[in-house]
């Protein structure tokens, strides 16, 4: 079964990886009878903030520190994985994804992708290796793999700059995922639909990691 490379930006839906999202592909990846590696940036976080209130703090937090949470302390450097040691990507949502592994929360259409990134995104398409994005973590995938098929949930403006790029857009349910079959890329809405709960999120998850076990399986 596949081996995955699951890359994380914190922890925390306000300023990192959306916490129920990236459980959720872990656990489905194990269901499965998949393994997997975490890794995320050894950088600064966007911004930091207070999951209480919503507001903004000051002082400063590291992604691959603050990753390290939801991994168990089972994570590396995103600068470490190299394509040829996986058979698959994936990436969970949660602001981080929008704010350390893009800058799509604070320049939209004109974002730039992490290097680090984009050289596994387009690493993993060249090898003919599956990728899986959660949330908002498929405008990463739309942005660089021009013409790509992916869902973010319903209509708004991170759909809108998919298609300013190249790239489709599906609306689809919660519970659904959208699979690219050509580009062998498969994204589920997630958190996007903010009324969503935990179980429902799971299961739009859930088949998303199925597909991406199937293509996988393909070669």
């Not at 590291?62 to 698959?88: H, K, M, T, W, Y």
């Not at 009324?195 to 998850?205: D, L, P, T, Y």
Request: charged share 20%; aromatic share 6%.
């Amino acid at each position: 079964m596949p081996t995955c490379a699951i890359i994380l930006s914190g922890c925390g839906r306000g300023d990192g990886s959306e916490i129920h999202e990236s459980v959720s592909i872990l656990q489905h990846v194990c269901r499965l009878g998949g393994t997997y590696r975490c890794f995320a940036p050894d950088k600064a976080q966007q911004d930091v903030i207070n999951h209480l209130t919503g507001e903004a703090e000051g002082g400063s937090r590291n992604c691959l520190v603050e990753s390290a949470r939801i991994a168990r302390g089972e994570i590396s450097p995103i600068a470490s994985c190299r394509v040829e040691d996986f058979d698959a990507l994936m990436l969970p949502g949660g602001f981080g994804a929008a704010k350390n592994l893009c800058t799509f929360a604070r320049d939209g259409e004109k974002m730039a992708v992490d290097a680090e990134v984009d050289r596994l995104v387009r690493g993993f398409h060249r090898a003919g290796k599956p990728i899986g994005l959660a949330c908002i973590a498929p405008v990463i995938a739309a942005r660089v793999l021009t013409g790509v098929a992916v869902t973010l949930g319903g209509e708004g403006d991170a759909p809108n700059a998919v298609r300013a790029w190249g790239s489709v857009h599906r609306v689809v349910g919660v519970h659904e995922c959208v699979v690219d079959e050509g580009f062998k890329v498969a994204t589920a809405p997630a958190y996007m639909y903010a009324e969503a709960n935990a179980w429902q999120v799971s299961v739009g998850i859930g088949k998303m990691v199925e597909q991406v076990f199937r293509l996988s399986a393909q070669g």
